[in-house]
């Protein structure tokens, strides 16, 4: 068995193929982003350097980035102490979330209501252009 096998063997991966993967910035340790892998996820994750995820909605994989340009670099990929959740730790090129905001987790509970704690750097017409 390769090296990427024996990764893949420690990954308990859930009963419908997917383990959670959350993705940080591996110099700052900011939370980019939460996804889903499944087993050719991670395997391209790892044979290419780039992160790939599983996307549910549309049933396939991807890579990301593809589309907007904003690539994620993998420095690292860990596995929790249960072995069902990855940790991704990448060198992110650009904005991570597709509202164009650096990460996904941009709105904070404070009292009693949302607040927005951080504002587009992109439009996301620009990340996604064409019809929407």
């Known amino acids: 068995m390769d090296a990427i096998e024996d990764a893949l063997a420690a990954i308990k991966f859930g009963s419908d193929g997917l383990v959670a993967a ?6 700052t340790g900011e939370i980019l982003m939460v996804a ?8 391209a ?3 290419e350097g780039q992160a790939y995820y599983w996307s549910r909605s549309r049933g396939r994989l991807w ?3 593809e589309t907007s340009g ?7 990929l860990r596995l929790d102490c249960d072995g069902d959740a990855v940790l991704l730790l990448v060198d992110q090129q650009g904005v991570a979330c597709h509202t164009g905001r650096r990460s996904c987790f941009f709105r904070s509970w404070r009292r009693d209501h949302w ?3 951080a504002e587009p750097q992109i439009s996301p017409k620009t990340l996604y252009p064409g019809p929407h």
Request: aromatic letters at 6%; a positive charge.
């Open 22 to 27: 959350v993705a940080q910035q591996h110099d």
């Open 36 to 43: 889903w892998m499944n087993r050719d996820a991670v395997r």
């Open 45 to 47: 994750t790892l044979s």
């Open 63 to 65: 890579r990301k980035g």
């Open 70 to 76: 904003q690539f994620q670099l993998l420095r690292e």
């Open 115 to 117: 607040t927005i704690t």
